[in-house]
């Protein structure tokens, strides 16, 4: 049996500090696939990913517990991009990387599949990169990671109205960006 978050940030607070490789084994894939999907470069993926759990365990002492232990990495994560693509200004930012997007469905391996497959994934790349940050974060959060509403708000510290509000406007964005895809 798996032990909960809870109780291993609990023993890590306590001294257990080799306890803490447990947590970053049971979420190193996950804050990567984020960090990815907001970063589009797989190595400034891999570098904050690493800078992501070492703020963690550096501000493990501080949790509380008021949210959940993942709730709260991402929310490091999140910042952690923000804070990245502030300090570097004109790059690439916020896609989602080819193996970040899920199979389309219906792929096969003939040739014309595979071309309109490629374009679609090429413009959902262009629809993505032309939302908002705040809602290029939330469609990641929600599609890809697949958090419920409860966890974006806590991850953002908004209500979760917000969240739906801009998880809304951004399927809007993608659906009229995409419309021919339709």
């Known amino acids: 049996m798996e032990t909960p978050d809870e109780e291993l940030v609990i023993q890590v ?10 947590l970053v084994e049971r979420y190193q894939r996950r804050i990567y696939g984020v960090v990815l999907g907001m970063v589009h470069h797989r190595e400034e993926a891999l570098d904050l990913a690493q800078e992501v759990f070492l703020k963690a365990y550096k501000s493990l002492p501080q949790f509380k517990g008021h949210s959940r232990f993942y709730t709260w990495l991402y929310r490091i994560a999140v910042n952690t991009v923000i804070d990245f693509r502030r300090k570097s200004k004109g790059m690439q930012t916020f896609s989602i990387d080819d193996e970040s997007i899920k199979e389309i469905p219906g792929n096969t391996a003939s040739p014309d599949r595979q071309a309109i497959n490629q374009e679609l994934k090429g413009e959902l790349h262009a629809a993505l990169d032309s939302l908002p940050e705040d809602q290029r974060a939330i ?32 399927r809007k964005r993608l659906r009229e960006r995409l419309k021919s895809y339709l």
Request: glycine letters at 4%.
């Open 13 to 22: 607070q306590k001294g257990e500090s080799s306890l803490f490789n447990t």
């Open 139 to 170: 469609i990641i959060l929600r599609e890809l990671e697949e958090l419920s509403y409860q966890e974006i708000a806590d991850t953002f510290e908004c209500s979760i109205g917000t969240v739906m509000s801009r998880l809304h406007y951004a």
